[in-house]
């Protein structure tokens, strides 16, 4: 299958810094990207779709200015945590679609995100 | 809305088999898939069905999907100590929804 590249895989931060995750698909033209967030023992929580050249729609309750979502690119989709705090950390992880609605969807290995 | 439901917990003995039961709301999705997410990793696609198929099977895999009842199960064969791990089935439509996970233990 299709390969999406997720990095860094783990970061630590420090209480107010900003982290960039990139979810890149590799061998494939990702029209539609997803970005997801698991705590610990829980399911993964869909937070934004981001569709490439436009704005990300996010799911109710996640915040558009904490969690910015860019898609500039077919290949590249990038999550930025802004202000990260405590609370923040999570496991964050991307998923690609080659064109909309019905085709397969490629999953990064994840990003484990640890804001200290 | 979106909705996919999995029972939270199973135990089955080492050998017998392991079937995880998912139901999922949005009968438009067109892919259907099983996780496998051990603890401290990241999923592990075990595999996934199209939604014009009723069944598939790949190895020790067999994927039932009744899309009338919009309800997809994943049985394992011969069950071993390294199956153990949360099982999570998700529903592709336009976005892509999980499910709760279930959590499969091995008991000896």
């Known amino acids: 299958g299709a390969v999406v590249s997720q990095h860094p895989s783990w970061v630590i931060c420090k209480s107010g810094t900003s982290v960039k995750i990139e979810c890149r698909s590799l061998d494939f033209q990702a029209t539609t990207m997803f970005w997801y967030r698991q705590f610990p023992k829980q399911s993964l929580m869909l937070m934004a779709t981001?569709?490439?050249?436009?704005?990300?729609?996010?799911e109710q309750g996640v915040e558009k200015d904490k969690f910015l979502i860019n898609h500039a690119s077919l290949t590249l989709s990038t999550l930025t945590v802004t202000s990260a705090h405590p609370e923040d950390s999570s496991f964050y992880i991307c998923?690609?679609?080659?064109?909309?609605?019905?085709?397969?969807?490629?999953f990064g290995q994840g990003t484990r995100l640890t804001v200290v | 809305g979106e909705d996919v439901e999995q029972s939270l917990f199973l135990s089955v003995r080492e050998g017998d088999s392991s079937v995880i039961n998912c139901t999922y709301t949005d009968s438009s999705s067109t892919y259907l898939y099983w996780y496998k997410q051990e603890p401290g990793a990241g999923l592990q696609l075990l595999t996934y069905?199209?939604?014009?198929?009723d069944m598939k099977q790949d190895q020790r895999l067999t994927v039932l999907l009744n899309k009338k009842d919009k309800h997809l199960s994943l049985r394992i064969a011969d069950t071993q100590t390294g199956d153990s791990a949360i099982y999570f089935c998700?529903?592709?439509?336009?976005?892509?929804?999980f499910g709760s996970g279930t959590r499969l233990s091995i008991r000896p």
């Open positions: 069905i199209f939604s014009n198929m």
């Open positions: 981001s569709n490439e050249g436009s704005k990300a729609t996010y």
């Open positions: 998923s690609a679609r080659e064109t909309g609605y019905g085709t397969e969807a490629f």
């Open positions: 998700a529903e592709s439509a336009s976005k892509i929804i």
